[in-house]
């Protein structure tokens, strides 16, 4: 009797010890397969965002250049799908500045305008226009090849137009902070360099030689109550109205806020141009995935 219960007490051991191994090997996967679930429903959650996002970058070219709707018309739509919707942030590319037409008086009025204090406002127009001219003689405050190898920077202007606004980060004596103060009003999509007054920000209005700050309130004010029309808006205007387009300028950037019904966000904004052949209503010129509640200045 004594040898059963010790075979008893030695089996009735060796099962706890199993039942021990099996428990923390479930418990082991249990551990392991919650984030591939967690994981696995990230990734379907990410990719029916991505639908909405698309979806609602579609809409938006079809409403601009099929319907041929203005982008304040557009602007703050929100498309409702099965699994969530898309909030439409719309404006014109025209609103802002033109990197690559813009004169040098807009340039250094803009640099001012933004609160600019790496350099002089002269001197941030002057290298732009050296970046983006052929030749290699640098203009006054200016920088060519020749000042750029002095710094040690290891490349020198392009001589050529500027690609993105984020090519502005190369600019000699530009800082980092100055580069984020501007970038937000500048673009490499205006085909006139004319500043449309229903879209423009405030800092790109204040950036404009000959307008006041006056002139600035009252066209703002203007929009506020209502007032649409390009040319009524311009009519306000007391100073120089030569930087002022009348027209579209047939380039628009698109917010896409999409939400699921779960919750999961997701957000990107997209630069529309008319297409160039017939075989699409519109083109997509820049693409850049957004921290969800981004919105345009």
Do not use: C, H
């Not at 980092?176 to 205006?190: A, I, M």
């Not at 311009?234 to 999409?258: N, W």
């Amino acid at each position: 009797m004594g040898r059963a219960t010790g075979s008893d007490g030695y089996i009735t051991l060796a099962v706890l010890v199993i039942a021990g191994l099996l428990a923390a090997s479930v418990a082991t996967l249990i551990t392991v397969s919650r984030p591939a679930i967690d994981t696995a429903r990230l990734g379907a959650d990410k990719l029916a965002a991505d639908g909405l996002v698309d979806g609602g970058l579609a809409a938006a070219g079809y409403l601009l250049f099929r319907s041929e709707r203005e982008p304040s018309a557009v602007d703050g739509t929100t498309l409702r799908f099965g699994t969530g919707s898309v909030r439409l942030g719309v404006t014109d590319e025209g609103g802002r500045i033109g990197l690559n037409i813009a004169d040098p008086e807009l340039l250094a009025g803009l640099f001012g305008a933004a609160g600019g204090s790496s350099m002089s406002p002269a001197a941030f127009a002057a290298r732009i226009m050296d970046w983006r001219d052929e030749d290699s003689e640098p203009t006054e405050a200016g920088a060519e090849s020749e000042e750029y190898a002095s710094a040690e920077l290891g490349y020198g202007p392009r001589n050529g137009p500027f690609r993105s606004p984020d090519e502005l980060r190369l600019l000699i004596g530009l800082s980092g902070g100055d580069f984020n103060r501007l970038e937000p009003f500048l673009t490499t999509f205006s085909s006139s360099g004319l500043i449309d007054p229903r879209s423009a920000p405030r800092t790109v209005l204040l950036a404009i030689p000959g307008l006041t700050r006056a002139d600035v309130e009252r066209l703002i004010e203007a929009r506020r109550a209502g007032t649409r029309d390009r040319e009524a808006l311009i009519g306000l205007v007391e100073g120089s109205t030569d930087y002022f387009g009348t027209e579209p300028s047939g380039a628009y950037r698109v917010v896409m806020q999409a939400r699921l019904k779960a919750g999961f966000s997701e957000a990107a904004e997209a630069v529309l141009v008319a297409a160039t052949d017939e075989t699409a209503d519109f083109g997509v010129v820049a693409w850049n995935r957004l921290a969800p509640g981004t919105r345009s200045p």
